[in-house]
């Protein structure tokens, strides 16, 4: 036998240190791994939780997969109660809900609402009967094995009063039976109604 030792036991002990450290890098990347999705994961959730907007995923039969915590206050359903149920049928009004058939469809032909996130706005209806405006957006995401929408609607019922009020009080000079004059800083008329 060689002083160094025997070569064929040497490279078997090499060979099983090297199996070894592969395999501890190898552990060690998926927990790496695992801890990114688990953090990805919380902060889907935390975004989701956070949220002023309703967001509703659904799949490409408008099946919905989610239902945020905002879509849940909204619309009073609870998230098991609104999962596997049709979005069309159970949040749009009915007058809306061919044109929600059509933008699905759209998106499914891979067609672009005329821009990445076009804002349309439409009628939604919650649990109890309450028709109200909102604003509907639809983002496409393609996950490994098929297509998903995900839906995000805001509530717009009050910023369409607000901009009824804002139209009537623009239309009060005009319409008002009293002189209404507006005079620029140099004392020049700019306005003088009927």
């Known amino acids: 036998i060689d002083q160094r030792g025997n070569q064929l036991l040497i490279l078997e002990d090499w060979i099983r240190d090297f199996v070894r450290l592969v395999m501890r890098a190898r552990e060690e990347m998926r927990r790496k791994h ?4 688990q953090e990805t994961e919380k902060l889907r959730v935390a975004v989701m939780e956070a949220s002023l907007d309703s967001i509703v995923t659904v799949d490409e039969r408008g099946a919905i997969i989610d239902f945020n915590p905002t879509a849940q206050e909204i619309f009073d359903y609870r998230h098991e ?10 949040v749009l009004a009915p007058k809306w809900r061919k044109t929600f058939e059509r933008l699905l469809h ?20 919650a649990r109890e009967g309450r028709i109200f405006p909102v604003e509907l957006s639809i983002k496409p995401v393609s ?3 098929r297509l998903v ?15 009824a009020e ?16 507006r005079i620029n800083g140099r004392g020049v008329i700019t306005y003088a109604n009927q």
Request: charged share 30%; glycine share 6%; with cysteine.
């Open 149 to 163: 929408f995900t839906l995000y609607l805001r509530d717009i019922a009050e910023r369409k009063v607000r901009e």
């Open 166 to 181: 804002i139209r009537s009080l623009a239309a009060f000079p005009s319409e008002s039976p009293i002189p209404v004059l």
């Open 106 to 125: 759209l998106c499914l032909a891979g067609g672009e609402l005329r821009g990445p996130l076009q804002r349309i706005e439409m009628q939604a209806v």
């Open 143 to 145: 996950l490994e094995d």
């Open 81 to 90: 109660e609104a999962v596997g149920r049709s979005f069309n049928e159970l």
């Open 34 to 37: 695992e801890t990114e999705l």
